[in-house]
């Protein structure tokens, strides 16, 4: 290396042919490293943002026709997404419809029937190892994945979410968790400090908010807001790679605890539950709105397939609302499975369809595997692809029947019809959903072939299963 006449240093040819080599393995190098290598012919692929409600119910949501509770960000959401008028989970409560989600298959099919019993370290009950999670499979696709707030899928090692497929987890392994941790401070403290960590209900939803397995001292705030806090650190912290978020809100389950500035606003609701729950609704979708916020900010919402459901129907004794729904949370009637359910994508999906045909919670993982550019490696799975559907370039349902079942209470959908069954033994009612959404005009008189042959579907459906591994844990 010299200088020229301004004293300036310069390289000679073959220094230059060095850096220009080394320049090369950089780039080489850089390459190899970046996920996307190797697929700039392909359309970008789209981060995914699951959000899941817990206990919300279908007339919960403005765009559900919901009148008493605001719900702007949600509103939105639907109004320029695609908004299902149709779709269910796999379970009409949490455990069973998390196991049904998470793996795109019946949970039934590895014997998931009931709620695991809540922070037992080293108990057996959790998500059958065998099965592949939407963590799992967005991980082989490459992208960067995290989890947040309630887990439900068991609460050992092997069950940990950062054991099934997720990158980052901020939340709780049980089945709730109180809103305000500082309330429970000494509970959470006195918990943690015990070897056996009890399983009591005094303890079961004030146990340490953890990140990674790591237990968190109780922080200040509201448990929505955390969450929420959480995730969108960890989307700023990870923006060159495609995103997998599994938002996994408690609310508006149980204990009914809400910001007073929520409460306040809902003032004019004579029932507590119902003011309380109401402000957590709006909370959680104050909360949505940040998510979106976030997005927008990042320059990531275009390509961002943001999907809106609730894990099962509301509990009427919360004060939810199932709309025009029968039934509740718990049934395998219309208002124990049927949820709001959105999925928006700017960039990818029309703005403002409605979508009739019934899509099931079971279909997430195909249809998020497809985006993802990857086969699922792990069993036949009982959920499709829907983006033809949302789209609106499909003919014929994605389901030519659909099947529930809690213990004998169970119900099965085939094209307009539903055949339902409040227990075990108990006759079977047939009703028609297109004309009687409520479920109120028993049919089975007037067709009885047709319940002959819809409640042997459900029994063919149903006898090859394994037996239940478990049973739930307040039986
Ligand atoms: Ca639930």
Redesign the pocket.
């Known amino acids: 290396m010299g200088r020229d006449a301004a004293g300036n240093k310069v390289t000679g040819t073959g220094e230059k042919m060095k850096a220009c080599k080394q320049m090369l393995v950089l780039l080489i190098a850089a390459a190899m490293f970046c996920p996307m290598a190797g697929r700039s012919a392909e359309p970008e692929r789209p981060n995914i943002v699951f959000i899941l409600a ?2 919300l119910g279908y007339g919960d949501v403005g765009a559900y026709g919901c009148k008493d509770i605001q719900t702007p960000n949600l509103d939105q959401l639907a109004a320029t997404g695609v908004r299902l008028t149709d779709g269910y989970a796999s379970a009409p ?2 455990g069973p ?1 998390r196991a049904g989600l998470m793996t795109g298959r019946y949970q039934q099919r590895h014997g998931f029937r009931h709620n695991p019993a809540i922070q037992q370290g080293g108990s057996p009950l959790g998500l059958d190892a065998g099965e592949e999670t939407l963590g799992d499979v967005m991980t082989r696709a490459g992208y960067r994945t995290a989890a947040y707030g309630k887990w439900h899928l068991g609460a050992s090692e092997c069950f940990h979410p950062n054991n099934r497929g997720f990158y980052e987890f901020y939340g709780f392994l049980g089945g709730g968790h109180c809103y305000f941790p500082m309330q429970y401070a000494d509970k959470m403290k006195a918990w943690a400090n015990q070897p056996d960590r009890p399983v009591t209900d005094l303890y079961m939803y004030a146990t340490p908010l953890q990140i990674n397995g790591i237990d968190l001292p109780p922080q200040e705030g509201y448990l929505t807001d955390l969450l929420t806090t959480q995730a969108i650190a960890f989307m700023k912290g990870f923006q060159h790679r495609p995103l997998f978020l599994y938002i996994a809100y408690n609310a508006p ?1 149980v204990p009914l605890e809400a910001p007073q500035e929520y409460l306040d606003k809902y003032s004019n609701i004579q029932n507590k539950d119902r003011r309380t729950y109401a402000a957590m609704v709006d909370n959680l979708d104050w909360n949505v709105g940040r998510i979106l916020a976030a997005l927008d900010e990042l320059g990531k919402r275009d390509n961002t397939l943001v999907v809106f459901m ?3 129907g509301g509990p009427e004794k919360n004060g939810a609302d199932n709309g025009p729904l029968r039934g509740q ?1 718990g049934d395998t009637t219309e208002g124990g499975v049927r949820v709001p359910f959105i999925f928006n994508w700017p960039g990818g999906l029309p703005h403002g369809r409605e979508v009739h045909v019934p899509i099931s919670s079971l279909d997430l993982l195909p249809t998020f595997v497809a985006l993802g550019g990857v086969e699922p490696a792990g069993k036949p799975l009982d959920g499709v692809n829907v983006l033809p559907w949302l789209r609106g370039e499909a003919k014929g349902i994605p389901h030519e029947q659909l099947f529930w079942d809690r213990d004998g209470k169970c119900g099965m959908r085939a094209g307009d019809y539903k055949v339902f069954r409040m227990k075990e033994g108990a006759p079977w009612t047939l009703c028609n959903l297109t004309e009687d959404i409520g479920e109120q005009k028993d049919l089975s008189a007037q067709m009885p072939e047709k319940v002959e042959a819809m409640s042997a579907a459900y029994g063919a459906w149903l006898d090859p299963m394994p037996p239940a591994r478990w049973t739930d844990p307040q039986q």
Do not use: A, E, L, T
Request: charged share 40%.
């Open positions: 817990d206990d409560y949490c419809s389950h609730s894990d099962n949370k």
